[in-house]
Nanobody, 122 residues
Framework: HVQLVESGGGSVQAGGSLRLSCTAS???????VAWFRQRPGKEREGLLA???????SDRNSVKDRFIISQDNAKNTVYLQINSLKPEDTGMYYC??????????????????WGQGTQVTVS
């Protein structure tokens, strides 16, 4: 049974950067890990995903400011967000899929979710 815990969110000024962390515990066998964002009044949207081999799937609208990476030794996946904008405000979630290739950015393909970490940009 895998559990995911996000951290690293907070309140920042526009133009700043944040690094979010998603740490897995339990049965951490391979599988895609993705970062999702839910902005106020919007549906949850996939941002980037990474397989255990490091292959990345990303959304074109964020690929210039958002970077996903992982440290397998720490069972942690990171989301670096640069040049933050007020429209980046929202709850950020990480999630894990039983698949480990062709990592999707669709909510329905992920079955383990963290509790989320809030990012507020002003």
């Amino acid at each position: 049974h895998v559990q995911l815990v996000e951290s690293g969110g907070g309140s920042v000024q526009a133009g700043g950067s944040l690094r979010l962390s998603c740490t897995a515990s339990g049965n951490t066998r391979s599988g895609c890990v993705a970062w999702f964002r839910q902005r106020p009044g919007k549906e949850r949207e996939g941002l980037l995903a990474i397989g255990s081999d490091g292959t990345v799937s990303d959304r074109n609208s964020v690929k210039d400011r958002f970077i996903i990476s992982q440290d397998n030794a720490k069972n942690t996946v990171y989301l670096q967000i640069n040049s933050l904008k007020p429209e980046d405000t929202g709850m950020y979630y990480c999630a894990k899929s039983p698949r480990d290739s062709y990592c999707s950015l669709s909510v329905e393909n992920y079955n383990v979710w963290g509790q989320g970490t809030q990012v507020t940009v002003s």
